[in-house]
């Protein structure tokens, strides 16, 4: 984990053989959210990529290094003192190259708070 303390995951459902739903909860507590930003902490967008990355290493069980992203559509603020449950639908698919593509929605509440489609080396 980069930043120590940050989230925990609570849960994770294998819909099928490459979608998962994971639920995270993020600490409100951390000092990351004291720079950004005091009074009204707001997830940094870099964060709640770097969770993605990885609960995708946790799911495939191996390193990744980020390649590409296609698509980022930040949608609504991540508050965590209002909000610190996501909900995390994953979309896991092996590549060639050894490569991995990864389609990401995050929710808090019904709220779609990210969008994501990127893809990832194995390192492992």
């Known amino acids: 984990m980069l930043l120590e303390d940050f989230y925990t995951v609570q849960s994770i459902e294998q819909k099928d053989g490459q979608n998962y739903d994971v639920w995270i909860l993020v600490n409100e ?7 950004h930003f005091p009074g009204n902490p707001i997830m940094p ?3 709640m990529m770097q969770i993605i990355k990885e609960v995708t290493e946790q799911l495939t069980n ?4 980020m390649q590409s992203v296609s698509n980022v559509k930040f949608m609504a603020l991540i508050n965590p003192d209002v909000t610190p449950k996501l909900r995390l639908e994953l ?5 060639e190259d050894n ?3 990864v389609k990401n929605t995050t929710f808090f509440d019904e709220t ?4 994501l489609g990127s893809v990832y080396q194995k390192l492992n």
């Open 99 to 101: 490569l991995i593509k």
């Open 29 to 35: 507590k951390h000092a990351v959210f004291k720079g």
């Open 112 to 115: 779609v708070a990210l969008k």
């Open 62 to 65: 191996c390193k990744l290094l």
């Open 91 to 95: 979309s896991i698919v092996p590549a």
């Open 45 to 47: 967008g870099v964060c």
